[in-house]
C-alpha cells in the first residue's frame, strides 16, 4: 500500500461545478499537507499549505485535513477552464532535523469544460 | 531569474551514457531539492540540499546517481550508466529555510530525459 493514495481520474465537470478532489495516507506521523497544481509539460505551484486538522479557504479554493480520518480534500468553487490541470496532493511529517521530503498522491487530472 | 532555471528542457541519450541536469534556484533560497516524476506519477523525491551540503539524499535510487551544490547556489544532478528506466522529468525546487515544516517549494519548468 502506498503511503499516499489519490485517484487519478480523470475528472470532467463543467464550468461553474464545485470540485472535490481527495487524497487518504497512512502514516500519522504526517503533519504538513499540501496541495499543488501542475499544468501540463510545467513544474508543480503551490495552491494550498495547511499544518494539522481543520480548514483554510483561499479565495474560491478550500483545502480540508481530518487527521483523525487521515483524509484530505481541496474544494474549487465556481470552477473556471483555467483550473484544468493535475492537482496533486503531497504532505511530510513533523520537521525533525533535516527531514524535508514530501511525499505525494498520482494526482488528479481535472478538465473543466465551458 | 524570478524563478527556478533547469537546462536542459529536454535531454536525449544513449543507454550507458553520462548525463549533467543543472539547476538554478531562486536567489537567496538556501534549500534546493531534486526530484523525479515519471508519467502519470506524484513527484518521487530523490535529494536535498541545505547550502553546500546534501542533507537528506536517501530518495537516490543507487550510485549511478550523484548530485552536487558546491557554492550553495547551482545545483548539477549526475547520472553515470544511463538506462531505460532513468528515463522521466527532473524537477528541481528551492525553498526558504523555515524552522518547521517544509514551507513552500518552488519549482522548475524540469529537464525531460529520455534514455534510448
Known amino acids: 500500500q502506498k503511503e499516499v493514495e489519490q485517484d487519478p481520474g480523470p475528472l470532467s465537470v463543467p464550468e461553474g461545478a464545485i470540485v472535490s478532489l481527495n487524497c487518504t495516507y497512512s502514516?500519522?506521523?504526517?503533519?504538513?499537507f499540501m496541495w499543488y497544481r501542475q499544468y501540463s509539460r510545467k513544474g508543480p505551484e503551490l495552491l494550498m499549505y495547511?499544518?494539522s486538522s481543520g480548514n483554510k479557504e483561499d479565495g474560491r479554493f478550500t483545502a480540508q485535513v481530518d487527521k483523525s480520518s487521515k483524509y484530505i480534500s481541496l474544494f474549487i468553487r465556481d470552477s473556471q477552464p483555467s483550473d484544468s490541470a493535475t492537482y496533486l496532493c503531497?504532505?511530510?511529517?513533523?520537521?525533525?532535523?533535516?527531514?524535508?521530503?514530501?511525499?505525494w498522491g498520482l494526482g488528479t487530472s481535472l478538465a473543466v469544460n465551458p | 531569474g524570478a524563478g527556478v532555471s533547469q537546462t536542459p528542457s529536454n535531454k536525449v541519450t544513449e543507454k550507458g551514457k553520462y548525463v549533467e541536469l543543472r539547476c538554478d534556484p531562486i536567489?537567496?533560497?538556501?534549500?534546493l531539492y531534486w526530484y523525479r516524476q515519471s508519467l502519470g506519477q506524484g513527484p518521487e523525491f530523490l535529494i536535498y540540499?541545505?547550502?553546500?551540503?546534501?542533507?537528506?539524499d536517501s530518495g537516490l535510487p543507487n550510485d549511478r546517481f550523484f548530485a552536487v551544490r558546491p557554492e550553495g547556489s547551482v545545483s548539477t544532478l549526475k547520472i553515470q550508466r544511463t538506462e531505460r528506466g532513468d528515463s522521466a522529468v527532473y524537477l528541481c525546487?528551492?525553498?526558504?529555510?523555515?524552522?518547521?515544516?517544509?514551507?513552500?517549494?518552488?519549482f522548475g519548468e524540469g529537464s525531460r530525459l529520455t534514455v534510448l
Open positions: 525546487a528551492s525553498s526558504l529555510n523555515f524552522a518547521g515544516g517544509p514551507g513552500e517549494l518552488f
Open positions: 536567489s537567496g533560497h538556501t534549500a
Open positions: 540540499f541545505q547550502g553546500t551540503g546534501a542533507a537528506d
Open positions: 502514516n500519522s506521523a504526517f503533519q504538513y
Open positions: 495547511t499544518y
Open positions: 503531497a504532505m511530510s511529517p513533523y520537521n525533525a532535523g533535516n527531514n524535508r521530503k514530501l511525499i
